[in-house]
């Protein structure tokens, strides 16, 4: 992306829905294979995802119908 097209960009932060999981995969699957954003190695299907994920904290970078990002929290254990 060059600066002309992130300066048109006009983006809305959503709640992650299950419909949105294609492309949320999809740009899992990319942090995966970089290795930069996660220390997955598997690429999960919807049920282990959603399944590990706190429901209150999934979020969508949405432009329309294409989502540029996404962030989730993940609950964690002191032990």
């Known amino acids: 992306m ?3 097209q992130e300066a048109h960009m006009n983006y809305q932060i959503e ?3 299950p419909e949105d999981w294609p492309q ?3 740009i899992y699957a990319e942090s995966i294979k970089t290795g930069f954003s996660t220390f ?3 690429l999960p299907d919807w049920e282990d ?5 706190l429901p209150s904290c999934r979020f969508v970078a949405r432009d329309g119908k294409y989502i540029y990002g996404w962030a989730s929290l ?3 254990s002191s032990t």
């Not at 995802?49 to 994920?53: A, K, N």
């Open 49 to 53: 995802w959603d399944s590990s994920r």
């Open 40 to 42: 997955d190695t598997k």
């Open 2 to 4: 060059n600066e002309k």
């Open 74 to 76: 993940s609950p964690s």
């Open 15 to 17: 709640p992650l829905q």
């Open 24 to 26: 949320v995969r999809s």
